[in-house]
C-alpha cells in the first residue's frame, strides 16, 4: 500500500479511539508455507515492525484473536492439538487444547460475533463449528458447498458473527449466516490460481472482503463485487508465504509473511536419490498443507511434481487445503 494511501487510513483510525475499534478479523484457512520466522507490518511500509520466530518448520500455522484483545496472534496445529500463543512475540504457548481429529480440515472465525476466535472442522462439505477454544463437542453443524470448494472465512456483511465464502477458480458465492443452504450473493473477481487474503482493508469497509496477491503485489478490493482493484502496493518477497490480520487493535488488517530461514536441501549423489514414487498420491490424501508440501519438497529435485501436487506451478503443493 502506498504512503498516501495508508496516511489517509491512519487519518480515519485516529478519530475513533481504540476502545471503538472492530475485533481483530480472522483469516480462516492455515497460513501454508513452511519457516518458524514471522514478519508483521502494521502499516505497510514497506518494511515490518514486528519479527519473531514461534514453533516448528513446518507447523500449520493460524491467525485469530484467541482473547478477545482485539489484536491478532499465531496459533499452531500438530495433529489435533493446537498451541496457542496470545503475544506476537517469541515465546512459547500461552495455551494448549484438542480438538477434532488428526485428518481434519480446521477453519477458524469469530463465528458468534463476540470478539474471540475459534475452529470449526471440515469434513467434505460439512462444517462442525466450536465457539470456545477449549476441548469439547461441536456447537453448531451445517452442510454448505461442495466437498471439493475453497473456502474463505470472513465477516462479509460486517454483522455478527464470521461466515463461508466458497471459491470456485474466479467465481465466489458469499454466505452471511452458519446454516444450510444457498448463498446469499456471488462476484468474480481476479483469476483461477490467484492466491486471495481476506482482511478489512479500511475503515469504510462494513466488513471483510479480498485481495489478490501475484508475486510480492497485492490487489486489494473494497466490496465483494465484481470490479478491479481499489487499491495496489508491493510487500515482502515473492517467495514469501503471506497472511493478513489486524496486529495493533485499530479494526484494520495488514500483512504479515512466514519465511522459511532454513536452506533448500541439496540433493545427495544420484545413487543415494529416493526412488521414485509415481504419480500415486492426491492432495486429499494428506492431512494438511504442510505435509503435502514436505512431500513435494522431498522428489521435486530429483523428478518435478511427478504427483501433480502444484496446481499453478508457484511450488505451493496442494494449496487448496489451507
Given amino acids: 500500500m502506498n504512503i498516501t494511501t495508508r496516511a489517509a487510513l491512519c487519518a480515519a483510525a485516529a478519530t475513533l479511539s481504540l476502545a471503538a475499534a472492530a475485533p481483530a478479523l480472522a483469516q480462516g484457512s492455515p497460513l501454508g508455507g513452511t519457516g518458524s520466522d ?16 514461534y514453533g516448528e518448520r513446518y507447523d500449520d500455522a493460524y491467525v485469530g484473536d484467541w482473547d478477545g484483545n ?11 492439538t493446537f498451541l496457542v500463543r496470545n503475544s506476537n512475540s517469541t515465546g512459547s504457548a500461552d495455551a494448549q487444547f484438542v480438538y477434532g481429529d488428526p485428518g481434519d480440515g480446521v477453519l477458524v472465525g469469530d463465528w458468534d460475533g ?9 469434513r467434505g462439505n460439512t462444517f462442525l463449528v466450536k465457539n470456545t477454544v477449549t476441548t469439547g463437542t461441536a456447537d453448531v453443524q451445517f452442510v ?6 475453497t473456502v474463505l472465512v470472513g465477516n462479509w456483511d460486517g454483522q455478527g458473527g464470521d461466515s463461508l465464502i466458497v471459491r470456485r477458480a474466479g467465481h465466489y458465492f458469499v454466505k452471511n449466516d452458519l446454516t444450510t443452504g444457498v448463498a446469499s450473493s456471488d462476484f468474480y473477481f481476479g483469476d483461477p490460481y490467484d492466491a486471495v487474503l481476506t482482511g478489512r482493508w ?41 497472511f493478513a490480520g489486524d496486529w495493533n487493535g485499530d479494526g ?12 533448500a536441501p ?50 505451493q503443493a496442494c494449496e487448496s487445503l489451507r
Avoid at 454448505?144 to 470448494?149: E, S, V
Avoid at 469497509?205 to 495496489?232: H, I
Fill in 144 to 149: 454448505y458447498g461442495d466437498p471439493g470448494d
Fill in 252 to 263: 484494520v488488517d495488514s500483512l504479515g509473511v512466514r519465511r522459511d530461514r532454513t536452506p
Fill in 114 to 122: 463476540n470478539g474471540t476466535d475459534t475452529l470449526a472442522v471440515r
Fill in 38 to 53: 514471522y514478519y508483521l507490518n502494521d502499516s505497510n511500509t514497506g518494511t515490518a515492525n514486528i519479527q519473531f520466530s
Fill in 70 to 80: 482485539g489484536t491478532d496472534t499465531l496459533m499452531l496445529r500438530r495433529d489435533n
Fill in 202 to 242: 479500511s475503515l469504510d469497509q462494513p466488513g471483510d472482503t479480498l485481495a489478490v496477491r501475484r508475486g510480492n503485489s497485492y490487489y486489494l478490493r473494497g466490496s465483494l463485487t465484481s470490479g478491479p482493484a481499489d487499491v495496489v502496493f508491493g510487500y515482502g518477497n515473492p517467495s514469501d508465504t503471506a
Fill in 266 to 315: 541439496v540433493p545427495p549423489p544420484v545413487g543415494n536419490q529416493p526412488p521414485n514414487p509415481g504419480d500415486d498420491k492426491d492432495c486429499v490424501d494428506f492431512p494438511s498443507q504442510a505435509a503435502a508440501q514436505a512431500y513435494f519438497d522431498m522428489y521435486y529435485p530429483y523428478y518435478g511434481d511427478v504427483a501433480r501436487l502444484d496446481g499453478n506451478g508457484d511450488l
